[in-house]
């Protein structure tokens, strides 16, 4: 039996998207042996948790606007926060959109139209607005490869056959499902992902859409611990952009998957890591708390410093000094970190910097459960 594996999802050349079956095996049975036990992680709570902060943080982020949790909670509590307008629409538009796909089932040409319409609201230009038919484009769009302006543009799907080609995508959407186990579910979800994204049906916005509704997809078929797939992205962007680039070359979307399961699989060993810490803790965290924990075990950063440079990355930028006192004091009042010494250099006038590290009473957890942590590297 040949382990190709067609959709009925056409590239603009005409061909079958496609991936090979075979590739993917072994890192699917990584995956759910992550899962064997977790039943936490299979639940609507913990995909609501998840979806109302951190991955309403990283569905952004993979489109490079730093939103700190702290400031995503006040905003949803419509509370007065000193940030930009835009800044507020983005978390606003994607906390609506969420609260749709979790109160909404049939996902189709309608119910597309009006998710889309609370993730676009206010963010789209009126030259665009202009160009928007009853439910697509109907002029051609252009998408950057990464942020290179040097080089020649991928073109979306001809606008002239959005209608036909939409409404193939739905079906597949829609297709008799019976025999699909969660794992076939995750796969469908991320072909869902990819494309969307491939034939970019409106002129901005496509990114968050398509993630968005593969989670809808997701929760559709209460397949939860997958919900975590956006944090994924965001801690390897990079790759998330040449797998794609690489997947609409000839429609192999093989190391697409392949990528999206390798990259969930080691936010599933992190929420783990850190569900078992929390029992283990002896102070309550807060999602700060757990926010830098989880930048950490990203990066292993070395030192106070390097894990306040890790915290630049994904959030606006603050002084390094404050940085310390709200985000890396209490962990270490806490005793979730601890110092082994301090550096030449000073994160404050009084206050040097340190090499910081885990305690270890939180390292020992099942190693079969965080294959791709590298705990060894806080001991």
């Not at 307008?85 to 906390?95: A, C, D, G, S, V």
């Not at 962007?237 to 699989?265: A, P, S, W």
């Amino acid at each position: 039996m040949s382990a190709i594996k067609k959709t009925d999802l056409k590239t603009m050349q005409g061909n079958q998207l496609f991936y090979n079956e075979e590739v993917l095996k072994s890192y699917e049975e990584e995956l759910l042996a992550v899962l064997e036990g977790q039943d936490y992680m299979k639940t609507l709570a913990f995909a609501k948790k998840m979806m109302m902060g951190q991955e309403i943080k990283s569905n952004n982020a993979i489109e490079g606007i730093k939103d700190d949790l702290s400031v995503i909670e006040e905003v949803i509590r419509k509370r007065k926060i000193p940030i930009r307008e835009e800044e507020k629409i983005r978390i606003i538009n994607l906390y609506h959109g969420y609260q749709y796909i979790l109160s909404h089932k049939e996902i189709n040409k309608e119910s597309l139209k009006e998710l889309y319409a609370l993730l676009s609201h206010a963010l789209l230009e009126e030259k665009d607005l202009r160009r928007m038919g009853p439910f697509y484009r109907e002029a051609p769009v252009y998408i950057l490869k990464g942020s290179r302006l040097d080089v020649e543009p991928y073109k979306g799907f001809e606008h002239e056959k959005l209608d036909k080609t939409m409404e193939q995508f739905f079906c597949y959407v829609n297709e008799n499902e019976e025999s699909k186990n969660t794992m076939d579910v995750f796969i469908k979800s991320q072909i869902m992902h990819f494309y969307f994204v491939y034939v970019h049906p409106y002129f901005d916005v496509n990114g968050r859409t398509a993630r968005t509704l593969s989670m809808w997809y997701l929760l559709n078929h209460q397949n939860y611990p997958y919900i975590t797939f956006n944090q994924a992205i965001a801690f390897a962007k990079r790759e998330y952009e040449e797998t794609i680039q690489k997947g609409r070359v000839v429609g192999d979307i093989t190391l697409f998957l392949k990528y999206m399961l390798k990259q969930v699989e080691k936010e599933l060993e992190k929420e783990y890591f850190l569900h078992e810490l929390s029992k283990k803790a002896n102070a309550s965290l807060t999602k700060e708390d757990l926010q830098m924990i989880l930048y950490l075990l990203s990066y292993g950063s070395k030192t106070a410093k390097d894990l306040i440079m890790i915290y630049h990355l994904y959030n606006e930028k603050r002084k390094i000094s404050e940085v310390y006192d709200k985000r890396i004091v209490p962990l270490l009042e806490k005793e979730i970190l601890i110092s082994k010494g301090e550096t030449k250099s000073y994160l404050k006038s009084d206050v040097p910097n340190f090499f910081i590290t885990l305690h270890p009473a939180f390292l020992e957890v099942d190693p079969a459960k965080v294959k791709h942590l590298k705990l060894e590297r806080f001991l």
